[in-house]
C-alpha cells in the first residue's frame, strides 16, 4: 500500500516537473512585433503608391451642347476610376458634338456623344424618310449606301392635275436606310441571330431614307403627297446628273419682301432661305408656266356710282399682285 502511494506521488512531481518546464519554454518565445506605425504627413502610404490608374480624357473647360468639340479644350488624365465608354485619346473627339453640357474636368463618355445616322448627313443636307415598298424599292435590292434617282408619276384624276406625267425628280441622293437597315452600322432588333438576319431580308421595308439638299426638301414632300415615288438604282460610279439651267426655277409660295431704294439687289434665293420660301403645289404639277401656275386673288365688290343724274350698279374688281394691289371698276 505504501508503495502505491509512493508511485503516485513520484508521477505527480514528474507532471509538474513537466508543466512547470513547458510554462518557461513558452515565456521564452519574443513577443509579437507591434504594428507599423502610422505613415508621416509627409510621406505616401504604401497602399496609396501601388494603386491603379487608367488613362481618361477629360474637358479642359465648359463644353455646351450642340457645338462641336474644339481639339484644345481636351486633355488626358490619369484617374483611379475607368469609367464605361471613356476614350484614352483626345484626336477621336475633336469635332465631335456632345448631347449635353459638360462641365470643365468632366470625362468624356461615348454616350454623351451625338450618333447615329446623323453623323452620316453632309452639310446642306437633310435626312427624309419616304413611303417604300417592293416596287418602290426595286424588289427590295436597295441597299444603305446607295445612290438613286428619285422618279415621280403623277396620274390625272380630272380635279388638281390636267393630265398625267412621270419625270425626274431629283438625281443621285444617297440612300442612308431602307427599312431597318441603316449606313450608320447599327443592328435593328431582330438582327441578333443568323436566323433573324434571315428574316429581315425577305421581311418588305416600308420606309427609304434618302439624303436631299435642304432646298429640295419640298419637292420631295409635295411630290409624295401628290403622286407615287419610285427609286431607280444606278451605279456609284456613273455621275452624271440633268442640268439645272435647263428649266426655269418654280416660283416660290412666299415672295421676299421688296428691297428698298438704294438697297444692292438680292441674290437668288439658296439652301435654307429657299426652303423656307416654299413651293405650292399647282406650280410643282405645272412647273410654274404663266397663267397657270396660279391665280392671283381676286376680290370683288358692288359699288353704286353716278352716270348724269342717274345711278346703276357696277363692279369694282380689286387685283393682287405680290405686294401691290390694282382696283378696276367696270
Request: no cysteine.
Amino acid at each position: 500500500m505504501i508503495n502505491v502511494t509512493k508511485i503516485i506521488a513520484a508521477i505527480l512531481v514528474l507532471l509538474a516537473l513537466a508543466l512547470g518546464g513547458y510554462a518557461w519554454v513558452l515565456s521564452r518565445k519574443a513577443p509579437p512585433p507591434p504594428p507599423p506605425a502610422t505613415a508621416s504627413a509627409g510621406t505616401t502610404p504604401a497602399k496609396s503608391a501601388q494603386t491603379q490608374t487608367y488613362p481618361v480624357v477629360v474637358a479642359t473647360r465648359a463644353l455646351p451642347a450642340g457645338q462641336a468639340i474644339p481639339a484644345d479644350a481636351l486633355r488626358v488624365e490619369q484617374l483611379t476610376i475607368n469609367p464605361a465608354g471613356a476614350f484614352k485619346e483626345t484626336a477621336p473627339l475633336a469635332g465631335r458634338v456632345p448631347v449635353i453640357d459638360l462641365g470643365e474636368g468632366s470625362p468624356l463618355l461615348a454616350g454623351q456623344l451625338v450618333s447615329g445616322l446623323a453623323l452620316r448627313v453632309a452639310e446642306g443636307e437633310r435626312a427624309v424618310a419616304v413611303k417604300a415598298d417592293e416596287v418602290m424599292g426595286v424588289g427590295n435590292k436597295v441597299q444603305p449606301g446607295d445612290f438613286v434617282d428619285v422618279f415621280l408619276m403623277l396620274k390625272s384624276d380630272n380635279k388638281d392635275i390636267d393630265r398625267s406625267q412621270a419625270r425626274l425628280l431629283l438625281s443621285r441622293k444617297r440612300v442612308l436606310a431602307f427599312g431597318s437597315a441603316s449606313v450608320d452600322g447599327l443592328q435593328s432588333k431582330i438582327d441578333k441571330n443568323s436566323g433573324a438576319q434571315a428574316q429581315q431580308r425577305t421581311e418588305a421595308a416600308r420606309t427609304a431614307v434618302l439624303a436631299v439638299p435642304v432646298d429640295d426638301v419640298n419637292r420631295l414632300t409635295l411630290a409624295e403627297n401628290s403622286g407615287r415615288l419610285l427609286l431607280a438604282l444606278r451605279n456609284p460610279t456613273d455621275m452624271s446628273e440633268p442640268d439645272p439651267k435647263l428649266f426655269a426655277e418654280l416660283p416660290t409660295a412666299l415672295h421676299p419682301a421688296p428691297t428698298k431704294p438704294g438697297e444692292p439687289r438680292r441674290p437668288p434665293l439658296e439652301g435654307l432661305d429657299r426652303a423656307q420660301a416654299g413651293v405650292t403645289a399647282a406650280d410643282f404639277v405645272t412647273g410654274g408656266k404663266p397663267g397657270i401656275a396660279r391665280t392671283p386673288p381676286v376680290a370683288m365688290r358692288r359699288t353704286a356710282t353716278s352716270d348724269t343724274g342717274g345711278s346703276r350698279v357696277g363692279l369694282q374688281v380689286e387685283v393682287i399682285r405680290g405686294d401691290r394691289s390694282e382696283t378696276i371698276r367696270y
